[in-house]
Nanobody
Framework: QVQLVESGGGLVQAGGSLRLSCAAS????????MAWFRQAPGKEREFVAA????????YYADSVKGRFTISRDNVKNTVYLQMNSLKPEDTAVYYC?????????????????????WGKGTLVTVSS
């Protein structure tokens, strides 16, 4: 199985930047897509971004396009989420997830229930 551990959360002012990391351990990473979700207080968990291990193809939620960048380091088995131009609305617990899918990630239905593995989350707080 796959184990995911997030890090890099913290407090940042609006307009600032933060980079989250998701360290993955387990077997057969190349067949997985990795994703970031977030959950704000009182709201449902929502999709943020996804990337495939194999090709590095990416897909983003409309709310973060142009501001967030997902990437991966295949040597370190780590996925990153670079967050720029942060807004107070970005405040949430950010979760790393993995799903056994390495194709057509832009057409995939990115819902929390479809993920195979989850990290425990890291809190991002953006002050105004």
């Amino acid at each position: 199985q796959v184990q995911l551990v997030e890090s890099g959360g913290g407090l940042v002012q609006a307009g600032g930047s933060l980079r989250l990391s998701c360290a993955a351990s387990g077997r057969m990473f190349s067949r997985y897509a990795m994703a970031w979700f977030r959950q704000a207080p009182g709201k449902e968990r929502e999709f943020v971004a996804a990337i495939t291990w194999s090709s590095g193809s990416t897909y983003y939620a409309d709310s973060v396009k142009g501001r967030f960048t997902i990437s991966r380091d295949n040597v370190k088995n780590t996925v990153y989420l670079q967050m720029n131009s942060l807004k107070p609305e970005d405040t949430a617990v950010y979760y790393c997830a993995a799903v056994l899918r390495d194709y057509d990630i832009s057409a995939y239905n990115w819902t929390p229930g479809g993920m195979d593995y989850w990290g425990k989350g890291t809190l991002v707080t953006v002050s105004s």
